[in-house]
């Protein structure tokens, strides 16, 4: 089994900030299955980030991935307000399928 | 563009079966993408259900898989995804959601989710 610990819990921020979100894995993973999700308040989640740092199609470029092996780092620059939400990842093992970390509620300080 | 929609019963009993459905619409299919379930406890975070293959080929979370079944329906021109998962508890009340998958596996379209509540 693979586990995703996402740190901070929660994230504290004025608009025009950054933000640096972490996501540890159990063990070491392949960057090409590593993705990052934004979900606003009621809304389903949103494809940001996968295969670790590519863009999903429409996502803007303050959004930016990076790491490899067991550290993933998703980082926010330029706070919007509508920035302002849950982040999850998550990662695809064949052993064990998709699992997803506990999630980083980006909120306004 | 390509649609997902899961409209889903609302309310299912203790111990009944959950029997959902979603439609992709917009664009042709393709044999790119794969397609999957993921569930979401109210204030909770997401859990993966399973995930289905134009072959057929299926794949299931061992915690569920014991209780769960997904099949795509493709004999129409607009094809459907299915659910169905059985011994409804309480455990299982949820925003359930369909969505595609990609060469990355990684969840690309989703649709809005649609609420299940078990209870009698």
């Known amino acids: 089994e693979i586990v995703l610990t996402q740190s901070p819990d929660t994230l504290s921020l004025s608009p025009g900030g950054s933000a640096t979100l972490s996501c540890r894995a159990s063990q070491g993973v392949s960057s090409s299955y590593l993705t990052w999700y934004q979900q606003r308040l009621g809304q389903a989640p949103r494809l940001l980030i996968y295969g670790a740092y590519r863009r999903a199609a429409g996502v803007p470029d303050r959004f930016s991935g990076s790491g490899s092996g067991t550290d993933f780092t998703l980082t926010i620059s330029r706070l919007e307000p509508e920035d302002f939400a849950m982040y999850y990842c998550q990662v695809y093992v064949i052993s064990a399928g998709f699992t997803f970390g506990p999630g980083t509620k980006v909120d306004i300080k | 563009q390509m649609r997902l929609e899961e409209p889903g019963p609302g309310l299912v009993k203790p111990s009944g079966t959950l029997s959902l459905s979603c439609s992709v619409s917009?664009?042709?299919?393709?044999?790119?993408?794969?397609w999957s379930w993921i569930r979401q406890p109210p204030g909770k975070g997401l859990e993966w259900i399973a995930s289905?293959?134009?072959?057929?080929?299926?794949?299931?979370n061992s915690s569920l898989e014991s209780r769960v079944s997904i099949s795509l329906d493709t004999s129409k021109t607009q094809f459907s995804l299915r659910l169905q998962l059985t011994s409804m508890t309480a455990t299982d009340t949820a925003v359930y959601y369909c969505?595609?998958?990609?060469?990355?596996?990684?969840?690309?379209?989703w649709g809005p989710g649609t609420m299940v509540t078990v209870s009698s």
């Open positions: 917009g664009e042709s299919t393709s044999t790119s993408y794969y």
């Open positions: 969505a595609r998958t990609n060469g990355y596996d990684a969840f690309d379209l």
């Open positions: 289905v293959y134009y072959s057929g080929s299926t794949y299931y």
